[in-house]
C-alpha cells in the first residue's frame, strides 16, 4: 500500500490492476476502511489518495462521499464502490476485476 504524492496518476496505473482509495483522515469509515485495505494489501496494489490533499483528482473521479474504491485495469477504470466494504466483500470484488 502507498500513497499518492502527486506524481503522474495516468502512468501509475497504465499496467496492472490497482486500487484507489479516495479517503480523508477525518473520515471515520474510510479508517475501518484503511484496516480492511491492510489486510488485503498482498493480493492488489493499492493508492491511497487524501482528497483533502488532492481535491483535484478527485473531483477527476467524481468522488461526492468517501471512502471511495476505484478499480483499474491496464490504466482503465473498470469498477468503482462507495462506502465501508468489509474483508470478504472486498476480496470477492478483487477476484473480479482480476478475472475482467
Do not use: Q
Not at 478527485?58 to 468522488?63: G, M, S, T
Amino acid at each position: 500500500m502507498r500513497y499518492y504524492s502527486g506524481e503522474d496518476f495516468d502512468s501509475l496505473v497504465k499496467e496492472g490492476v490497482h486500487l484507489i482509495d479516495f479517503y480523508a483522515d477525518w473520515c471515520g469509515p474510510c479508517k475501518m476502511l484503511g484496516a480492511v485495505l491492510e489486510e488485503v494489501s498482498d493480493k492488489i496494489d493499492i493508492i491511497k489518495v487524501n482528497t483533502d490533499s488532492y481535491g483535484e483528482l478527485a473531483n477527476r473521479f467524481k468522488v461526492m462521499s468517501i471512502p471511495h474504491l476505484v478499480f483499474f485495469k491496464d490504466g482503465k477504470e473498470v469498477s468503482y464502490s462507495v462506502g465501508f466494504m468489509d474483508k470478504d466483500t472486498l476480496l470477492e470484488k478483487i477476484e473480479e476485476v482480476n478475472n475482467l
